[in-house]
């Protein structure tokens, strides 16, 4: 079978290896039908992630259908459709045992820390798979994984209908959270510096749309807001100065969600936190998202079709980066079919 190995940063090959084979009673054997292309794939093919192992298989975005199965495998049977579940948690450490196991101590995630999915053939246990409906394309499927993130971002949050969540950023997870959260009826303002996003946004359903490098965005939050701020701030841009200015954005008593992994340091006074009483919360993975996000999917209550923009082979690897990473081409979620 062929495998998409990052072999070290800015180095990437479709190597030859052999089908893995079932050696355990709870495992299946899976073929990989198609793959989304993730942000935190392109930092690990740039040597930016600072979790990242390599060699490394890259790629948690993954669909596909159940091939074969371990004489103790009964939730499944061969033919059904999956997605993977990237996150391997120990289930023994005090994080997995208050229920925070996408930040078990022990924690290893496919595609950065274990080979992923870029692959034509997978061994997976049982417990690192969900069944879907096979009227979903492989295209919708490969999105599930990536709203898995955003309704933890929402969980973090701990949103209700009446917040004005602001989110900074309308790259793919910004604008996934932006659907999820008005599906939960929030009001939702976002940010971002290129037209075509902003469209996407607003066709997306945002309240409103700022173009952060034409407006004051921290005059507009207060004019949108009646001088308050939003209750909740993301910060989905995730640079130095982006977790800084969430501050000037939120109103007292409300959250800031984090999902940024720079290990730059950020200039930010203790006052702005402490004398209004902000949490700053991290978000990162999922925790136990896939049933809830499934269903949303099964239901239609999201749409995703139109946020897949571009469609390539994996063979066409090379090409699917060049064209994420060429400016004058606006991009969605890019996918691999396999």
Known sequence: MKAICVVQPNTIEIQERPIPVITEPDQVLIKVKAAGICG?????????????????????????????????????????????????????????????????????????????????????????IHIIPKKLSWNEAVMIEPFTIAEQVCSRAEIVSSDVMFIMGAGPVGLSILKLAKLYGVTCYISDIQEHRLALAKSYGADEVL??????????????????????????VCSVSSFEMTLDYVCAA?????????????????????????????????????????????????QVKDMVSHVFTFEEIHHAIELIEDPKIMNGKVVLTF
């Open 40 to 128: 935190s794939d392109m930092h690990i093919y740039h040597g930016t992630s600072p979790v990242a192992t390599y060699p490394r298989v890259i790629g948690h975005e993954i669909a596909g259908e159940i091939i074969e199965k371990g004489n103790q495998v009964t939730a499944f049977n061969t033919g059904d459709h999956f997605v993977l579940d990237p996150v391997i948690h120990c289930g023994t450490c005090y994080q997995c045992k208050i229920g925070r196991r996408n930040v078990c101590s022990k924690l290893l995630v496919r595609g950065v820390h274990v080979d992923g999915g870029y692959q034509e053939y997978l061994v997976l246990p049982e417990k690192s």
């Open 211 to 236: 173009h952060a490098s034409k407006e004051n965005v921290s005059e507009r939050i207060k004019a949108l807001t009646n001088g308050n701020g939003a209750t909740i701030v993301v910060d989905a």
């Open 254 to 302: 409300g959250k800031i969600i984090s999902l940024g992994f720079n290990t730059n340091p950020s200039a930010i006074a203790q006052l702005k936190i402490t004398a209004r009483e902000i949490d700053i919360r991290g978000s990162r993975l999922h925790n136990n998202k896939f049933p809830k996000v499934i269903n949303h999917f099964i239901s239609e209550k999201l």
